[in-house]
């Protein structure tokens, strides 16, 4: 702690405050679990990605990016914005009321949605260049991860971060345990990693729903509350839409234009990047965003980040690729080491984790900042799109990446340009 307030004055040129002390203090409690979490997923991706090779490796992660597009009408933002206004406020009528609303809503939402996929599977799998499989497993993918999302984010929006902590760890300990007994009895297929994740969200969710709710208080679905929530749900489901089309369509585009083993290995490299860098980021996001919708005068927290963001440079480009070198020689042979492409994943990495501060900081002023945000990642979706279809079939896996960078700095310089103008006017 000395070295952390040492460090905080130097950066900020002031003592560190209660709040600043009590944000810190969750920090550290998610970092447990996060460091739990990151040993055993990381085993489980590596172990897997090494065991079944590029062709079924490449099979779970196009499962995993179609699935992503198809989570955003069960959850539709309602995650965000139940965050948002549950943790506004300590009165525990009000913040069940808020969570009961939603988790009616996003039941609703996911029942409807998944009625219409699995109806229409084959005109999606015809659409997409995909089997019928693939898209049954995207859609129940998708529905448990929505469950997953939102008991989730009650436990963040109740401040309760010791017990986030707690199920990150358990998530993944069920997954890699799952995962080894279906290696156990040679499973070798996608499935020994479609499974395993399948019962960890079912299972994490399940409990947490049970401790949650274990006494009827009576909450039930309020509609003023579901008025609020919609509004910021749909601007926030809009910039999720956004931000997945970016994020994942460029998995969908290598396995169009390329083959399936090009996806396992572009998958690797950017498990061993970016789902690094956003899962280390991810400590920091998952209590900055409740913290931050707390203050009315955001442009002293946007003023302090700007001060962060070169620390985040200098000392995250390394360690990313540092983290890139060690995970791809762990992959295995069947995956080659390019040093471009880890330069590239590195600066990627970063991009995104310098996005995620800017981005959730406007989103916590309320819906005319969740607004903006959609509004810059829709519009950076575009250009990653236009992108991808056109580099892609040139350059291949270089040119998914480059499009990625592009799109990542495109965002940031919109998301920043929308922060100093709305927080000048706000103040």
């Excluded at 929530?229 to 601007?235: N, P």
Aim: proline share 2%.
């Amino acid at each position: 702690m000395k070295l952390i307030k040492l460090s905080y004055q130097r950066i900020f040129h002031e003592e560190m405050s209660a709040d600043v002390l009590i944000f810190l203090k969750n920090v550290l409690y998610i970092s447990v679990g996060t460091a739990v979490s990151i040993l055993f997923v990381t085993i489980f991706t590596i172990m897997g990605g090494r065991i079944l090779g590029p062709a079924e490796y490449g099979k779970f992660s196009l499962i995993q990016s179609i699935s992503m597009f198809l989570y955003i009408p069960m959850l539709l933002g309602y995650n965000n914005a139940m965050v948002k206004y549950v943790s506004e406020k300590e009165e525990s009528k009000r913040q069940y009321t808020i969570i009961t609303t939603a988790c009616i809503l996003v039941l609703v939402l996911t029942v409807i949605s998944l009625s219409i996929y699995l109806f229409c599977s084959r005109q999606i799998s015809n659409l997409l260049s995909t089997s019928n499989e693939v898209i049954i497993y995207s859609c129940f993918f998708a529905m448990l991860f929505v469950f997953f999302t939102i008991t989730t984010s009650i436990i963040r929006g109740l401040n309760k971060m010791k017990t986030y902590s707690f199920f990150q760890s358990v998530y993944a300990i069920i997954i890699l345990f799952s995962f080894l007994i279906l290696i156990f009895y040679k499973v070798y297929s996608f499935q020994s990693l479609i499974y395993p994740i399948f019962l960890g969200y079912g299972i994490t969710s399940i409990i947490i729903l049970i401790l949650i709710f274990k006494n009827d208080n009576g909450y039930k679905f309020d509609n003023s509350w579901a008025k609020i929530l919609t509004k910021y749900a749909l601007f926030s489901a809009l910039g999720g839409l956004s931000f997945v089309l970016y994020s994942n369509v460029d998995t969908i585009m290598i396995s169009k234009y390329m083959i399936i083993e090009d996806v396992g290995i572009y998958n690797a490299y950017y498990t061993a990047s970016i789902s690094v860098a956003a899962l280390i980021s991810g400590i920091f996001l998952t209590v900055y965003f409740p913290a931050v919708s707390k203050y009315n005068n955001k442009q002293i927290i946007f003023l302090k980040v700007n001060k962060i963001i070169p620390y985040i440079i200098i000392g995250g480009l390394p360690f990313i690729m540092v983290c890139e070198y060690i995970m791809m020689i762990l992959y295995g042979n069947k995956y080659p080491i390019n040093i471009t492409w880890i330069i590239l994943f590195a600066i990627a990495s970063i991009l995104i984790v310098i996005e995620g501060i800017y981005a959730w900081l406007l989103a916590s002023t309320g819906p005319q900042g969740a607004k903006l945000v959609s509004f810059a990642s829709v519009i950076a979706a575009v250009v990653n799109i236009g992108l991808n279809i056109t580099l892609i079939p040139l350059v291949g896996i270089i040119g998914a990446i480059s499009s990625l960078i592009i799109c990542f700095m495109f965002y940031i310089i919109l998301v920043l340009l929308f922060s100093k103008k709305y927080f000048k006017e706000v103040t």
